[in-house]
């Protein structure tokens, strides 16, 4: 199985940037296709961003192009999402996902899951 922790959340002004890190434990990190997803309150699940085992492809929700960038380090077996010119609706949990396979979109081919950290983009 994996560990997945999530980290770096917090609260930002409108146009503000932050950097989520999520570290892996527990296998071997290089075999998981690696995602973010955010769900904010009321709503879905919904992607936001994954990258492949090896590093080499990368996909991103419309709504974050440009703006969001995806990376992993696998000699440090985490993942990061650098969010820059963040937007209220940018407000919502994010979780990072692990996946034997993809690298996916969906949630439902996640095999694994963070704890996820809070996002708030406020004034």
């Known amino acids: 199985q994996v560990q997945l922790v999530e980290s770096g959340g917090g609260l930002v002004q409108p146009g503000g940037s932050l950097r989520l890190s999520c570290a892996a434990s527990?296998?071997?990190?290089?075999?998981?296709?690696m995602g973010w997803f955010r769900q904010a309150p009321g709503k879905e699940r919904e992607f936001v961003a994954v990258i492949s085992r090896g590093g080499d492809n990368t996909y991103y929700a419309e709504f974050v192009k440009g703006r969001f960038t995806i990376s992993r380090n696998n000699a440090k077996s985490t993942v990061y999402l650098q969010m820059n010119s963040l937007e209220p609706e940018d407000t919502a949990t994010y979780y990072c996902?692990?996946?034997?396979?993809?690298?996916?979109?969906?949630?439902?081919?996640?095999?694994?899951w963070g704890q996820g950290t809070q996002v708030t983009v406020s004034s």
């Open positions: 527990g296998r071997t990190f290089s075999g998981y296709a």
């Open positions: 996902g692990a996946s034997p396979a993809g690298p996916p979109t969906a949630p439902g081919r996640y095999e694994y």
